[in-house]
């Protein structure tokens, strides 16, 4: 194992009912700016829930952060916040409206645009923020990194910055979700333990248990949730899934992947896809193209998780590859390129953007250019 350091400050409130605490999670007298994205909360009653706890605190509200939360909306946001003298900002919404409001609280504090942080991959400092979270896919409630996007010239990256202070999970919130988030927010919770887990064996018995607990919780829960969404207990399990798979819990003293993240948000940035359902096309890839340097893990995730234990060990890796594939699948989402549309042209693109980046991602720091061109043609 290596070596590290673990501190995780956020305080996670969990449960129905619980956005009423609201006021005494807020320090008293600050100067709240709410944000929020597109609507969805008015829709579902949480905004009400909202205005309600904060019934007598001095607060404003900032509508429209986007899904893949752009920096032209953000500067807005900071400016408001700046001449309205924030000194606390309240996420409510999803990982889209947390990570906004993570760029909101570093640009506060910070002179310059703020898409230099964002390039800087770090953010000095931030005013204090929480989040009352909507939707659970991105672990953005309990992590410091965020992902913004640039409109003009269709870049997506990610920074890190302070985590949230607190974060508000009331699974009722989930209740209205479309089931084509679901099906996203799952498949990026699954990648998401892929990323921590999916290196080479043999560094920890505990981070390895872990996060197979998480990945079988996924495949678990996947079907019932296409049953019935309003199950309380079912989405607690889905929340508090999504928020232990990204929250530095499951990688401690391992090495990491994130290959299929980086490529992810390309095709996010030139095409559009949604993050979870880019994920489902480009970690298959990743497994077929970099199946030989897995090997030793991807047997043990065959077994472990799928239970495939007959045949060579070709065969076995054949196996779990093709078992991932078909479990992005049942969710209802594409898993090859044309599927979507997305043409050689975009691959040729991602080639270039990370050659002139000079990229080197994943635990072998091989996925380059050329690489992750392999693994986009091996999933057309
Ligand atoms: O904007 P509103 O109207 O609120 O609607 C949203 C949005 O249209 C809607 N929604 C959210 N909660 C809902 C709901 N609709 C009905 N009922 C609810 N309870 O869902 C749509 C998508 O929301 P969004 O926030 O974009 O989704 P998600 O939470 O998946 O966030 C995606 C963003 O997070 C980044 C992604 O790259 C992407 O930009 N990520 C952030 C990470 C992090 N901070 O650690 C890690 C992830 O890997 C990921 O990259
Ligand atoms: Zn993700």
């Known amino acids: 194992m290596k070596n590290f350091i673990f501190q995780n400050p956020t305080k996670l409130v969990f449960g129905k009912g619980q956005i009423a605490r609201l006021p005494q999670l807020i320090p008293a007298g600050k100067k709240i700016m709410v944000t929020y994205g597109g609507g969805s909360v008015r829709a579902n009653g949480i905004y009400d829930q909202v205005c309600q706890a904060l019934e007598g605190t001095d607060y404003i509200e900032f509508w429209g952060i986007e899904p893949n939360p752009t920096v032209e909306t953000l500067r807005k946001a900071i400016i408001t916040g700046k001449e309205q003298g924030v000194d606390f900002l309240l996420a409510v919404g999803g990982g889209s409206v947390l990570d906004g409001t993570k760029l909101i609280a570093s640009g506060m504090l910070y002179d310059g645009d703020p898409w230099e942080i964002v390039r800087k991959g770090k953010a000095d400092a931030a005013i204090p923020y929480a989040s009352v979270m909507t939707l659970p ?16 010239t269709r870049e997506k990256f990610a ?179 044309s599927q979507e549309g997305i043409g050689d042209d975009v691959i040729d693109e991602v080639q270039a953007r990370f050659e002139r980046l000079g990229a080197a991602f994943g635990e072998a720091r091989n996925v380059d250019g050329r690489k992750a061109a392999e693994i986009l043609r091996s999933s057309k």
């Open 137 to 152: 896919a991105t672990g953005s409630e309990m992590n410091s990194g965020a992902v913004i996007s640039r409109t003009e």
């Open 159 to 337: 920074f890190y910055t302070s985590y949230p202070a607190f974060s508000i999970l009331d699974p009722e919130a989930t209740y209205s979700l479309p089931p084509h988030q679901v099906a996203c927010a799952l498949a990026d919770i699954f990648v998401h333990v892929m990323e921590q887990y999916l290196t080479t064996p043999g560094q920890s018995r505990i981070m390895d248990r872990w996060a197979e607990g998480l990945l079988m919780t996924v495949i678990e829960i996947a079907p019932k949730i296409r049953e019935n969404q309003h199950d309380y207990d079912l989405m607690s399990d889905f929340m508090l899934t999504a928020t232990l798979a990204l929250n530095d819990f499951i990688r401690m003293g391992v090495t990491e992947d994130w290959a299929t993240h980086m490529i992810g948000h390309e095709l996010t940035a030139l095409h559009g896809l949604t993050h979870g359902a880019s994920l489902a096309i480009v970690l298959p890839g990743t497994m077929r193209v970099l199946r030989d340097q897995k090997k030793g893990k991807i047997l043990q995730y065959g077994e472990r998780v799928w239970g495939i234990t007959a045949g060579t060990e070709e065969e076995r890796v054949d196996e779990a590859i093709e078992k991932t594939e078909q479990f992005f699948r049942s969710l209802g989402l594409s898993t090859r390129l």
